[in-house]
């Protein structure tokens, strides 16, 4: 029942590919951590309190794992999930008994991402010393929770730890950077940016826009009831964010259709998006003209975009009525780019300063689409493989389908994108392997010689990441 | 010329995952074949007469052979096959001529699975010892021909050599059921059971649906005529082909496209398909319905229920008008899930007794769309890879696109899909093997201990099945 | 800093496969090329004048160099790309620093097929024995240019020193074949012949499509301003071309759309067409219907019809605008053949004297709609992997996800598409070992004997291209 990690995991069978794959790790596996983009909390590292438990800490944030336990017959209060809607059902509370849960179905992540990502913080952040499984629960829940509360697992050790240089957090348009003001004036040396999504103001499908919109407004003492003033409120929340570290703004989208209206159409629009008369297809124009928008404002201020698009939030009406947002219930679209990103193109494409960095979770797109208009474009670049795809087929899917048409050299390096603290170690540790991995490839191959795997290697893991985020 | 199957067929190049692989699969070889959706004749089984001759059993029906043999320019005249037109051309009807003609052709099937499982069946299934070719057409003419003859080559004695536990056939709504009653009559203890396929009596546009609706209105007593009366008779045929071993149903749609009507609306879209005078729309939105309608079916009566679609059948009008169906002019079709499956999805998707299994012909969907649903949706299970992908490299691509976004227990183990019975033992030997092999890259990457590895190789090729199917 | 060529490029890592597929490929390097659709110059060949200079031979012609450069931010004018519109800035003149330049930024090339083939092109062609880059940057321009001089370096030399059994160059319907006529006068026994290419009288989009009407009118004295008459001027034209050796026409659509309108409503669409008034859709089916006929004359007159569809040309307006076509800005589309065949496949689909190539830039059609096709209609052979798939990844898929359903023999061997003549012979070598990379994965698999596949190999490197295009 010991388990410990596979030194040489992820890396191909062959033995001597195996060592040069081996040798090329060895040149980053220590290199620190960039982190660009990602979802894990400022307060944690504004106030670095100590985690709660096992469960809360690892298991009820990370609808990775909540989807495939319900998708095997684990309802969601069983597992401590409280409905929003006071629908029925007794909700167990009991945390050892929800650990234990979890355990029993441990099996039916075998062969995902997830397995890894916990069998290397199990392993390698606890230092467990056997398999999780129903017979270590307990012991797992007990050490688990008693490391919690020494201070060496406390938000800042572990950022110090995990040897991370800098890690975005994203944020959204209205949000006052409390937190990060709070590190910043801590004097700790830990760098922790934020970025700007500003979704909630340029959705008119979103929950909020209305009260979004106001709420720049005051935040900017402008007056967004004009297409002037809320694109200067915008310009305004942008600048404050790059005053709190931001770099780069991001963009989920339905589509990542663009549009290049003229300034007054653009206005008309607008009015009738913000009177709250706009048809479907208006709205979906306004994103678009808005992503054009936010491109131009990119070309003035330098801020890094990236487009995250192509994911049909909460598929599974019932359960987002009783759980609320992330819990399992997202899915991929089809994704198109080629026609779509054409008028933003032909505004800024050959715009060799500006950087819209494209992320996509549908894969038919990285050889037909996104390969060859990174292979083109001076301001595209390729964001790493996202989500359903952050996996060790996934990632060595996105190199065979991208390398050949936009290079190494047009990708933005590996993105953890994560809420889940504990994994971003996991996560950096597994894209870097795939990473050599496929370069071990081309050297055995003799297509690349190992010097300048090696040089691409260390691009990929560091200098990537921070040149194209310019962190 | 002499030729045997390389024992460590399948099995990855690397000599350390090749002894993986071959250990996992040893673990697994002699397990029964769980073979739950298929279309082998319940008649042979029912009479255990001696197949005719090699021709008509092993070339004619098969529709993998005509369609490659034909795109290389062969006419189906030259093998035999009659045209239903009476159009010009002589038939050959010298079999050994056939066989002979076949063979000249064989290398075209290179690379191919018809020359994967036709080797099996030649050389394990028939003790053949040397390679098919011009050269040896005769002697394996001849060899076969007698071998049929013999009762060890009758198909009960092959069902018990091939270590069948239980075998689905695949039945129309009308059929009477009489060669599984007969088989349950005789005393042998072959588990032979039905599915039932009811598209005649769901689909508008079979050229059988009036007639069908008319019939099983006969056959169960009820008033067909309207949409109560239909529901109940479609209900009754369900209880029928239960009570004759079926656990599951069959659907084989153009499009996944599920609809979610009132009654109200559905009995007047009812009247109007029924009634002859629907339109396109229309009749695909009765589809839509009716799969839902089954799904609440499923949900009442346990039954298990499968979508197969994405067919475009008979793309050559010329070869499907002369020749009929089945003769290799069937294509496949870009598919969609995600948005085509969700008003089914609102009502039952949250059902975890509910099992609904989900096959593709259009490989885009299985990373994008069918494993991230597969790995919500409690109701959901997938398919193997299907008919033009069950294959080597059809069924790798399938666990490497599946397997990190589902998992393994969200999927449904091996379906043989075949008329060919003589290639069961091979599909399954190839399935076993490619999931073993897949498995040895998990292990030798240090993705999965070889216990677990073990474990999952013997969910997948016999308790996955089983379970899922409720056989 | 010494750089040659890995004898075992592209070969798998496994010794034992790596023996095998070296094994194989050894039994087809030194077979002649067979070059049957190609854009070199046949002035070249003609002439056989001297090639000028590095930059001028090596890196302006070649779009796949220009596009990666200029994504990485590179200016045309810094390389020395002139613009056309008289924009402004410095265009630079030295040939030297471009090349320099050029050498500077070699790195993003890594992963690249550009990369691999020019590294054959320097090391192989040109005798160099270190590897490129700034600090050889001029030892490479010198070398280059001073063995340019010499006669070894003429096209005719290198055409034989090539192996080149036959080579295809790409004419336009109205060229007049004089520099073809040149070479067969002249008495050297290379054997250069043309493809007819008649986009610019099919398409009514074309920029010179009412010009050329005009002008195969006047070549062939018919009167293209009807449809009888302009039918009769295409098949006069092609005429023309076989009389230069041509076997094969190509198309280069926007999409696979073909029809099939009943002589009296082509006619009435070609009047609308020629005169001017033809609405888009109109034109659209227009470039539809002329595949069809094209697929008639073929079957008439025998030539082989060559489908390169799903390009969208010029995609970057600026860069088209400002240096015109060619320069890197077009990019793949998403495409579809199931429906847009039809039309022509019902009509001569089952012709097997007919040949019909298809090419796609989008590889989801390989598994689902191409493989099935070619698998079934006598008509269909597949192109290899083609522009952005030409490399050693994407040719290894497209075996992939081709063989299984298509078989070898539905394939027509390898193209190398290219105008950069100096790059032939790495892209054979390059597509040849790529496929025996894949057959000896058959072999050590227990697919295939190795027998069986070292015929395969000899057949996709010479006996199917010279069949298919009737060479």
């Known amino acids: 029942m010991s388990a410990r990690l596979d030194p040489c995991r992820f890396f191909p069978a062959d033995p001597r590919q195996r060592a040069i794959a081996a040798e090329l790790f060895a040149g980053i596996e220590h290199l620190p951590i960039i982190s660009p983009h990602g979802h894990t909390d400022a307060a944690w590292f504004a106030q ?5 438990d096992a469960v809360s800490l690892l298991l009820w944030p990370d609808h990775y794992l909540l989807r495939l336990l319900y998708s095997a017959g684990v309802s969601l209060k069983s597992i401590g999930i409280e409905p929003m809607d006071g629908s029925d059902g007794v909700v167990e509370t009991d945390r050892r008994k929800i650990w234990k849960r979890f355990a029993e179905y441990y099996y039916i992540f075998r062969g995902t991402p997830c397995r890894t990502w916990l069998d290397h913080t199990f392993l390698e952040v606890f230092g467990l010393d056997r398999a999780f499984g129903p017979d270590t629960a307990d012991h797992y829940f007990d050490t688990i929770n008693d490391k919690l509360k020494t201070p060496a697992f406390r938000p800042r050790a572990l950022f110090e730890r995990f040897n991370i240089e800098v890690i975005a957090t994203t944020e959204h348009s209205i949000d006052l950077l409390q937190h990060h003001e709070a590190i910043a004036a801590s004097g700790w040396k830990g760098r922790v940016v934020t970025t700007l999504r500003p979704d909630e103001v340029t959705d008119p499908d979103h929950e909020h826009f209305a009260a979004s919109l106001r709420k720049i407004g005051e935040l900017s003492g ?42 007054a159409e653009a206005e008309r629009l607008f009015a009738k998006v913000a009177g709250g008369t706009a048809q479907p297809a208006e709205r979906e124009l306004f994103r678009a003209q808005m992503l054009t928008e936010m491109a131009r404002m990119s070309v003035e201020d330098g801020m890094v975009m990236q487009l995250h698009h192509g994911c049909w939030r909460n598929h599974n009406e019932l359960i987002y009525r009783r759980f609320g947002r992330n819990i399992g219930g997202d899915m991929p679209m089809q994704a198109a780019f080629m026609g779509q990103l054409k008028p933003l193109l032909d505004r800024f ?8 960095i494209l992320f996509t979770l549908d894969e038919t797109n990285y050889a037909r689409e996104l390969a060859p208009l990174a292979g083109h474009y001076p301001c595209l670049k390729l964001g790493p493989a996202w989500w359903f795809h952050d996996s060790p087929e996934g990632i060595m899917r996105y190199r065979r389908q991208t390398t050949e048409s936009a290079g190494f050299y047009n990708t933005a390096g590996f993105n953890d994108d994560t809420r889940a603290f504990f994994s971003i170690p996991a996560r950096h540790d597994l894209a870097r392997r795939i990473d050599c991995a496929y370069l071990s490839e081309l050297v055995i191959q003799g297509r690349l010689p190992i010097a300048e795997a090696a040089e691409v290697a260390k691009d990929l893991a560091y200098h990537l990441p921070k040149k194209v985020y310019k962190l």
């Open 349 to 356: 494409g050959n715009n060799s300063d500006f950087t819209l």
């Open 222 to 263: 402008e007056d967004t009831s004009n297409w002037r003033g809320y694109l200067r409120a915008i310009e305004n929340r942008r600048a404050f964010f790059r005053a709190h570290g931001a770099t780069a703004t991001d963009h989920g989208h339905v589509t990542a259709q663009t549009a290049n209206l003229s300034p």
């Open 48 to 52: 670095d309190g100590p985690f709660e």
